[in-house]
T-cell receptor
Framework: AQTVTQSQPEMSVQEAETVTLSCTYD???????LFWYKQPPSRQMILVIR??????QNATENRFSVNFQKAAKSFSLKISDSQLGDAAMYFC????????????FGQGTRLTINP | NAGVTQTPKFQVLKTGQSMTLQCAQD?????MSWYRQDPGMGLRLIHY???????DQGEVPNGYNVSRSTTEDFPLRLLSAAPSQTSVYFC???????????????FGNGTRLTVT
């Protein structure tokens, strides 16, 4: 079974600076999807970015980008020019191409933005 | 666009009581699922469905039942609530199954359940 590990329970960053959230996963599959979800205090789950394992190019979405290292099974999220609205819990998630669209989530990282 | 609608938003139950968490989506999504969120454990899959009339167990199915009589609705039933079921519950849906496994999940806003 696949597992996802987020080793940083909490992170903090100064407003306008850059922060990187770590995520590692364990799988024997060669094709899969990886996701980062944001959960603000409103409890809503918001998709931030996703990466297809067969694509070597790292995904980017405005100030959010990933560093996908397939051999190392690492999928970190970089947030540039941090804003107060980025404060949230961030979850890394894995989806296998086998057996429907079930997500395996990491434990989450709580990100605080200091003004 | 309503998306995925969960009701209620909050619920308090006594041990042994039963209840149903409602989930409805208006996007004609084939795939629907239920997750529970607990501190330090992320979200864990309870049950899922790949279409009307088809359901299957996820990682933590014990104590929960589901059914999928229509494409739109996927209720989660707690037959006899226990304190260990205190959690935040999320319903999610997405388009397609294996052929579109990259389709993102759309989440409801969650139900906070407390069992005393």
């Amino acid at each position: 079974a696949q597992t996802v590990t987020q080793s940083q329970p909490e992170m903090s960053v100064q407003e306008a600076e850059t922060v990187t959230l770590s995520c590692t996963y364990d799988t024997s599959e060669s094709d899969y999807y990886l996701f980062w979800y944001k959960q603000p205090p409103s409890r809503q789950m918001i998709l931030v970015i996703r990466q297809e394992a067969y694509k070597q190019q790292n995904a980017t979405e405005n100030r959010f980008s990933v560093n996908f290292q397939k051999a190392a099974k690492s999928f970190s999220l970089k947030i540039s020019d941090s804003q107060l609205g980025d404060a949230a819990m961030y979850f890394c998630a894995y989806r296998s191409p086998q057996g429907a669209q079930k997500l395996v989530f990491g434990q989450g990282t709580r990100l605080t933005i200091n003004p | 666009n309503a998306g995925v609608t969960q009701t209620p938003k909050f619920q308090v139950l006594k041990t042994g009581q039963s209840m149903t968490l409602q989930c409805a989506q208006d996007m004609n999504h084939e795939y629907m699922s239920w997750y529970r969120q607990d501190p330090g454990m992320g979200l864990r899959l309870i049950h899922y469905s790949v279409g009307a009339g088809i359901t299957d167990q996820g990682e933590v199915p014990n104590g929960y039942n589901v059914s999928r009589s229509t494409t739109e609705d996927f209720p989660l039933r707690l037959l006899s609530a226990a304190p260990s079921q205190t959690s935040v519950y999320f319903c999610a849906s997405s388009a397609g199954t294996d052929g579109l496994f990259g389709s993102p999940l759309h989440f409801g806003n969650g139900t906070r359940l407390t069992v005393t």
